[in-house]
Each structure stands twice: as structure tokens, then as C-alpha cells.
């Protein structure tokens, strides 16, 4: 079998596994799980001999004509290269873990043949994009992810949380789509073909008339698809889907399609400079302001979503400076890591009976309960702080190494100022990582307080994968150099200079977190222990678990920790976990807080930026929709209305003369025949005068 056929079957096999998902899914429920796993299992292996065939070398292309349009053609086509394929090989991994996670992580949801089609779909779209050498089938793609993403995040649809996350991550996304639809047909236009390599060899050859405007187009799409500021609001928001969703949306599908679809046509938007710069100071504020926003979460999954941002950040820094291999690279390392911090965020929620760190900081033992979560979230999170050996290391420094050679001079591909701007943020980004890391690492695995309850051993299926996941994370960075032919001869090693920059800001960012955490913990003890003292000047009143005071300035923080938990506490929580005890309310240790100071507030509500775009669209818009409204009913509809009466008067007015009297009908004939020769003599006789 040809290495073309083997790859049309990768995104077959998972879309034939959805269709039959979800027409036997009602009738016959066991076979949904096979449906869901071995489909999915098939493209991932299949997407493995496609990229040891492909083996670096060349692209394999074929194309053949979809359909004749009179003007740009549409192709259905492959392009093979080695980015493609190790792609498409994080794709079918991740969705197949994903598949065997939720097999146990959902198994009492009654909408889990309708779920795990969608996943199969959703595998399908990416896998579609990855492999499309033809820009509207891959648009087909790209939109498909975006409705089965609405599904999937609503799939608790019973809550208003579910429906309006669903919502907006929708309409964000397709916000950043018209401009993107805009600039592919401008590009189209330009190279009079849809085809990337057409397109490719057109901007080799100075072809494209408005580089400039189709590369700023094309960006906001992917500013949308990839969570990059100012479009980045709707991804923290997509936690109130299931977690596994949310590791299959964040490692492997939806925002990795952005930054793929750039690295794919990177030299479309290296054809103007000022593009670059716009990316640089996107992938900047991106990388920065997220780590900041997940310094102050209490969900553990809107940490890892924050966190999500900021590493697409980096490789969105990656590509404005014109390195797609270090962008790739990263993209690929990430997937692994993320993927693993997600479905051991779930193990977490599934033993501990909520996704509040403030909870789980007040539970003892937790890391005891769930020995495979503790050890490789413990690895994965290591990877995210970008600590050698492990893959994130390798990934971030190719990225820093990247911005370095354009910051000094040593590349031209992009202006220098992109380069000072991705590396500076880079290193600071680091710092915030590995604070992050660290906090959410000790708030839940280190907590104090009741002992957390004991459920015995978590399923094999979601065990299982986490260790599955643990191996990339460890060594795709160290067997990096063997795939350097894949990732276009590029030699991913990093530098001693963004080595001793990075992992210095990463250690410096653990210790300062760590020295913080010690010093809450510290407090939050006293203030335990001082709770059984009597009441004192400036204290609160007894507090609800131990009715014992409270002291006044600890009393804000302990009703904020509450109100967190609250507000983590989702369907999911309820459907997925166990049974549990309630968590005694008390003060927690937050380093976030004190690490933050006065931007704590500001950035657990994301900087606020939900409000100010309710205030510069969403109120103008529900303004001007009640102004047309108000036009409409009581302009508009006036003059129809108006219409309509004038008949319906001159009507009421005849109707009223037909009374079917035959004496009134002769006598209004005689006078009208006597009005009518009056009126003709008194013409007449006028007439006559003049």
C-alpha cells in the first residue's frame, strides 16, 4: 500500500468510527467504546508508518481536481512534509489516549456515544488539516473543529456555564474566521491557486500584491483558532467542558491548528516585516499576560488553560521570527506534556472531589491517594517549567534560541526588534512558568489539613495513559536529534547563553514561589491554631466550620478561597468523582498572592478584558440592535401597517353603500345623474360667459 493511500486513511478511520458512533450509538451501546478507541487507534498507528515512510526527505504531494470552479480551482490534495507527519502522529497518539481516558473518566455519563463521536470527528478535522495540501479543504477542516468544539464544550449543556463557554469560545473563534476566509481568497487571488505549493512558489517569486494586508488577515484567524491575544478569552472559559476534551483541545487539535496553519505558510507572512513585528508583539503580550493571569487561578484547569496561551505564545514568538522548526518543535513537546497535565488534572478532580486548589491545599495526603497522578504530573509539570532533562526544556531554548540569532544580527529573516521582543518575553514567561508550576505543584500535593479520603486505586485506563504520556515527555526532547531530518535539517540544541537565561529565570521562579508558599502556610497555621483562642478587638465573627473567630484581615481571603471553591465546583465535579466528605473551610496557602501583590485581583479575573470588550462591543452592539429594533417596529412597521389601513378604510367606507335595497341604489343613480347635469349646465354657462 502507497504511502498516499495510507495517509488518506488516517483521517478516514476516525471519521468513519464518528458516522458509526453515532447511528449505533442508541442501538447497539457496546459497540460504542470499540467505536470510539480502535478507529482512533488505527490512524495513529497508520500516521506512524506514514512518517517513517516520508522519512524527512522530500514532500510527498498528489492532488487530484474536486471540482471545476470557472476560475481558482479547488484540489483535493496531500503534502507530506516532516512537519506534517510528526503532527499528524501527536494527533492520532493524544486522541487515542484521549478515547481509552474517557472510557473510564465518563463512564456513568449517558452522553457518551454522542461524546465520543464528536472526539472522533474532532480527531478527524485536525487530522484533515495536518495532511490537506489544498487551503479551502483545509478551511473544511479547520471549521468542522469549530463546531464540534461547541458540542464538546457544551457538553454539560444543563448549565448556563456549559452554554455560554460553548458560546463564546464559538463566536470568538468565528470572529477571527471572516478576516481569515478574507485573506485565503486574497491569497488565492493572488497565486491563481489554492494549492500551498502554488501559493509557496508565488511568494517566492514576489507575486503576492498586498503581502502585508493578506498576512494580517490570516493572523486574526489564527489569533482566534489559537487563543492569541485579543481573541485569547474564550480558552479559560472551554474548561466547562469535560477535562478530557480539554487535554484533546489543548495538546493536539484546535490551537495547535493556528500555529501549524502559519508554520505551514510561514514565508507568506515573512514576505512583510511588519507582520512579523505584529506577531512578535502579539506572541509577547500573550506569553506574559498569561502566566500572570495563571499565577491567580484557583481551578486547576484554568491554570493549565492559562498556561496553554502562554506556551502557544511562545511558539507563535517562534514563527515571528522565522524559525518553524524550534515553532513545531515546541508545539510537538508541548502536545505531550499538556496532554499529560490535563488527564492528571482529572485523576486529581476524580480523587479529590472538586478542581479548587484552595480545597485541595487543605487536604493532607492527597498526593498519597493517587501515586500515579502525583508522579507524572510531577514529570509533566517539570516539562512545563522547561527544567532539563525533560522535553520542555529542549523546546522553549529552541525557541529563545531562535529569538536570540534574530535579536543580535545572526538572521535576517525578520527585523531585529521582533527578535528583543520574543526573547525578553521569553525569559520573563519562563520565570512565571515555573512559579505557576510550583504553586499549583504544592497547593495540590502538598496540602494541610483533613485527611484527603481514600477511594483505593484510580482506573487502569486513565493510569494507564498517564504513564503512557510520561515517556514522550521525558525523552522527545533528548531523541530530538535524531529527527532532524523531519524537522528540515535543523539542529534543535540549545545554546549555552538561553540555557543559563531560561532555566535561571525558571529556578529563580520555583525558589521565590516556594519561599512564599512557606510563608503562607506558616500564616494560615497560626491562624488555625489561634481559631480555638478567645475573640479579640478587630475580629470577624466565629467562623462557620470551627465556630471560632476569625481574624479581620484574614477573613476577605478565607470568604474569596470560598467563593472560589464555589465557583469551581462544575457538573463534571459531580458527575465524575466520588463521594466525599466536605473540605473544612479555613484559610489557604496561596504564594499566587503574595507573588502578585495588588495585580492578584487583576489577574484572576484575566485583566478584566471580558469587561472592556463588553463595554467597546457587546453593549454598542446590544445598543444599536435595540435602536434597530425600535426603527423597525415603530418606523418601518408604521408605514406598513399604514399601508394596509388606508384600503382597509376605503373598503369600510363602499361596503357601507352596498345595502341591497334596489330603491336606494335607483335613488343614489338619480341623484347622482341630477348632480351630473347640474355640475354640465353650470360648466356650461361658465363657459359661455368667458
Not at 499528524?88 to 493524544?94: E, M, Q, R, S
Not at 498526593?367 to 527544567?387: E, G, N, Q, S, V
Not at 529569538?403 to 520573563?428: I, K, M, R, Y
Not at 514561589?513 to 478587630?538: D, I, N
Request: charged fraction near 10%.
Amino acid at each position: 500500500m502507497s504511502t498516499t493511500t495510507l495517509a488518506v486513511l488516517v483521517p478516514v478511520l476516525p471519521f468513519l468510527g464518528a458516522v458509526a458512533g453515532l447511528l449505533l450509538g442508541r442501538t447497539a451501546p457496546g459497540f460504542v467504546r470499540p467505536l470510539a478507541i480502535l478507529p482512533t487507534l488505527g490512524a495513529a498507528v497508520l500516521a506512524v508508518f506514514v512518517a517513517v515512510r516520508q522519512g524527512g526527505g522530500p514532500a510527498i504531494e498528489t492532488a487530484t481536481e474536486l471540482t471545476p470552479t470557472g476560475s481558482v480551482p479547488i484540489d483535493l490534495s496531500l503534502y507530506l512534509d516532516g512537519f506534517a507527519v510528526l503532527v499528524a502522529v501527536l494527533v492520532g497518539v493524544v486522541a487515542t489516549c484521549v478515547q481509552l481516558y474517557s472510557t473510564a473518566y465518563l463512564r456513568d455519563d449517558p452522553r457518551y456515544p454522542s461524546y465520543a463521536a464528536l472526539v472522533s470527528l474532532f480527531t478527524s478535522a485536525m487530522l484533515l488539516v495536518v495532511y490537506s495540501g489544498d487551503l479551502m479543504v483545509l478551511l473544511v477542516g479547520w471549521e468542522v473543529m469549530g463546531i464540534c468544539s461547541y458540542f464538546l464544550v457544551g457538553h454539560y449543556w444543563e448549565t448556563e456555564a456549559a452554554r455560554s463557554a460553548s458560546l463564546k469560545a464559538f463566536l470568538v473563534t468565528k470572529l477571527g474566521d471572516v478576516p481569515f476566509l478574507i485573506g485565503l481568497f486574497a491569497l488565492a487571488t493572488d497565486a491563481d491557486s489554492f494549492q500551498i505549493t502554488k501559493i509557496l512558489g508565488t511568494v517566492a517569486s514576489g507575486g503576492l500584491d498586498h503581502p502585508t494586508l493578506i498576512a494580517l488577515l490570516l493572523l486574526a484567524g489564527v489569533a482566534g483558532k489559537s487563543a492569541q491575544f485579543p481573541l485569547h478569552t474564550w480558552l479559560p472559559d472551554a474548561m466547562a467542558g469535560p477535562t478530557p476534551v480539554s487535554a484533546l483541545i489543548h495538546a493536539a487539535t484546535m490551537v495547535a491548528a493556528g500555529i501549524y496553519f502559519v508554520a505551514r505558510l510561514l514565508p507568506v507572512f515573512e514576505a512583510s516585516r511588519a507582520a512579523l513585528v505584529v506577531m512578535a508583539v502579539m506572541a509577547a503580550v500573550t506569553m506574559i499576560g498569561s502566566a500572570l493571569a495563571a499565577l491567580a487561578q484557583d481551578d486547576i484547569k484554568r491554570v493549565l488553560a492559562y498556561s496553554t496561551i502562554g506556551q502557544l505564545g511562545y511558539m507563535t514568538g517562534a514563527l515571528a521570527v522565522g524559525d518553524r522548526a524550534a515553532a513545531v518543535f515546541h508545539l510537538l513537546s508541548h502536545g505531550a506534556f499538556k496532554a499529560l497535565l490535563f488527564l492528571g488534572a482529572g485523576v486529581i478532580i476524580h480523587a479529590a472531589g472538586t478542581n479548587s486548589l484552595a480545597a485541595m491545599s487543605r487536604m493532607d495526603g492527597l498526593a498519597k491517594r493517587i501515586p500515579d497522578a502525583f508522579w507524572t504530573m510531577t514529570i509533566a509539570l517539570l516539562a512545563l517549567a522547561a527544567i532539563p532533562p525533560f522535553a520542555g526544556f529542549f523546546s522553549k531554548e529552541a525557541v529563545l534560541v531562535a529569538a536570540e540569532q534574530t535579536a543580535t544580527g545572526h538572521s535576517d529573516t525578520a527585523p531585529g526588534a521582533a527578535g528583543w521582543l520574543v526573547l525578553v518575553a521569553g525569559v520573563l514567561t519562563a520565570l512565571l512558568t515555573a512559579a505557576y508550576a510550583t504553586r499549583l505543584w504544592l497547593m495540590a500535593f502538598r496540602g494541610r489539613g483533613a485527611a484527603a479520603p481514600d477511594h483505593g486505586k484510580e482506573p487502569v485506563a486513565m493510569t494507564g495513559v498517564l504513564w503512557l504520556l510520561a515517556i514522550p515527555t521525558v525523552g522527545f526532547g533528548l531523541a530530538a536529534g535524531n529527527l532532524a531530518d523531519w524537522f528540515g535539517g535543523r539542529e534543535l540544541t540549545p545554546t549555552v547563553a538561553t540555557s543559563v537565561l531560561g532555566t535561571g529565570a525558571a529556578l529563580i521562579g520555583v525558589v521565590l514561589t516556594y519561599g512564599l508558599w512557606q510563608r503562607a502556610a506558616a500564616k494560615a497555621a497560626a491562624v488555625t491554631a489561634g481559631a480555638t483562642a478567645a475573640p479579640a478587638p478587630g475580629t470577624a465573627p466565629a467562623g462557620p466550620a470551627t465556630g471560632a473567630p476569625v481574624p479581620a484581615s484574614v477573613a476577605a481571603d478565607e470568604s474569596a478561597a470560598l467563593a472560589a471553591v464555589s465557583a469551581a465546583e462544575t457538573p463534571e465535579v459531580a458527575e465524575v468523582t466520588h463521594d466525599h466528605p466536605a473540605v473544612p473551610a479555613g484559610p489557604a496557602p496561596d504564594p499566587g498572592r503574595a507573588f502578585l501583590g495588588p495585580l492578584h485581583r487583576h489577574a484572576a479575573d484575566g485583566f478584566h478584558l471580558d469587561a472592556v470588550y463588553d463595554r467597546l462591543f457587546i453593549r454598542p452592539v446590544r445598543a444599536a440592535a435595540t435602536l434597530v429594533r425600535f426603527l423597525d417596529r415603530e418606523v418601518v412597521d408604521t408605514y406598513v401597517r399604514g399601508a394596509g389601513a388606508g384600503p382597509r378604510l376605503l373598503g369600510a367606507l363602499v361596503r357601507r353603500a352596498q345595502t341591497g335595497n334596489v330603491q336606494s341604489y335607483l335613488s343614489a343613480l338619480l341623484a347622482g345623474a341630477v348632480v351630473l347635469a347640474i355640475a354640465t349646465a353650470v360648466l356650461a354657462n361658465v363657459n359661455a360667459g368667458s
